[in-house]
């Protein structure tokens, strides 16, 4: 069973930065695709990031284009999200997910089989 722990959350101010970083753990984790997303109190979860396992390619959200980085060490089972020029948009809770098999919608958190707990990030203005 893989087990997936975020941590790094906090709160910032606008403009400033924070670095997420998700910790896998379990016996054998070789994931086709790991993701983050985030969710605001009273919104749907949204995508923001998605990188490959093996060859390390991104995809990212409009929204964090351009100010966040996903990342991943594949010698340590982490995935980083470093997150600049951050927003009081960008307030919400984080996770990171795991997707076992390719899957054609990469930005649809059904496509993923592993999820995190969580951790809240709060931008003030």
């Known amino acids: 069973q893989v087990q997936l722990v975020e941590s790094g959350g906090g709160l910032v101010q606008a403009g400033g930065s924070l670095r997420l970083s998700c910790a896998a753990s379990g016996r054998t984790f070789s994931p086709y695709r790991m993701g983050w997303f985030r969710q605001a109190p009273g919104k749907e979860r949204e995508f923001v990031a998605a990188?490959?396992?093996?060859?390390?390619?991104?995809t990212y959200a409009d929204s964090v284009k351009g100010r966040f980085t996903i990342s991943r060490d594949n010698a340590k089972n982490t995935v980083l999200l470093q997150m600049n020029s951050l927003k009081p948009e960008d307030t919400a809770a984080y996770s990171c997910?795991?997707?076992?098999?390719?899957?054609?919608?990469?930005?649809?958190?059904?496509?993923?089989?592993?999820w995190g707990q969580g951790t809240q990030v709060t931008v003030s203005s």
């Open positions: 990188i490959t396992w093996t060859g390390g390619s991104t």
């Open positions: 997910a795991a997707a076992k098999y390719f899957r054609a919608y990469l930005d649809r958190s059904a496509e993923y089989d592993y």
